[in-house]
């Protein structure tokens, strides 16, 4: 059961460079979504995806694109690097309410720490 | 203002011993749900317990308990008799409608450290 899985682990980069997480969830979920967490923040909403071809920002989506040309797949795009980018970044998928009601709760990746120089 | 808040920072337990962990929320939706999760040194977050905005009991996963108290909207996290696997990160999370979408909020998190 490989469940949600994120590459890389780790990563670092440059001011201004451009690079992109990726994201892969087999459970057939809906519902992926990207966050960030910062020391004493919790985790933070970046973009999120109800279905293929269906994107929307969350709360800190500045920096950040996405697509979802598959149900599989949602990779989180970062066009030019900044350091106030460097941290922790998580993906996550559920199923849809529209099948479970609200108690979907979400699987997480194991996470890419990314840090910008 | 936020929508879900714990308190604690940090908390500490003697092990065997019971601990709560605070978790207020805010919302207008009728209908909501509430998450908590785990997050242990290694990072991964992990899934803990559940309580639905319409659920009539307090929610249990084994040493978990919910305090769910409605009319307070408050969210408490119950664990019993800690061990010291139970050093970690927690996050109390709620689900609401936003624009025909249930969108996940997180709290800032607890730190509890178990001591032996």
């Known amino acids: 059961n490989a469940g949600v899985t994120q590459t890389p682990k780790f990563q670092v980069l440059k001011t201004g460079q451009s690079m992109t997480l990726q994201c892969a969830q087999d459970m057939n979920h809906e519902y992926m979504s990207w966050y960030r967490q910062d020391p004493g923040m919790g985790l933070r909403l970046i973009h999120y995806s109800v279905g293929a071809g269906i994107t929307d920002q969350g709360e800190v989506p500045n920096g950040y694109n996405v697509s979802r040309s598959t149900t599989e797949d949602f990779p989180l795009r970062l066009l030019s690097a900044a350091p106030s980018q460097t941290s922790v970044y998580f993906c996550?998928?559920?199923?849809?309410?529209?099948?479970?009601?609200?108690?979907?709760?979400?699987?997480f990746g194991q996470g890419t720490r990314l840090t910008v120089v | 203002a936020q929508k879900i808040t714990q308190t604690q920072p940090g908390m500490f337990v003697q092990e065997k011993e019971a601990v709560t962990l605070d978790c207020t929320y805010d919302t207008s939706d009728p209908s909501y749900g509430l998450f908590w999760y785990k997050q242990p040194s290694s990072g991964e977050m992990i899934f803990l317990i559940y309580q639905g905005s319409y659920d009539q009991q307090n929610a249990t996963e084994g040493r978990y308990s919910l305090n769910f108290q409605k009319a307070r909207k408050s969210a408490n996290l119950v664990i019993s008799a800690s061990q010291l696997g139970d050093s970690a990160m927690y996050f109390c999370?709620?689900?609401?409608?936003?624009?025909?979408?249930?969108?996940?909020?997180f709290g800032r998190g607890t730190s509890l450290i178990v001591h032996p």
């Open positions: 999370a709620m689900r609401e409608r936003t624009g025909g979408s249930y969108i996940p909020t």
């Open positions: 996550a998928s559920r199923k849809s309410q529209r099948d479970t009601g609200l108690n979907t709760e979400a699987f």
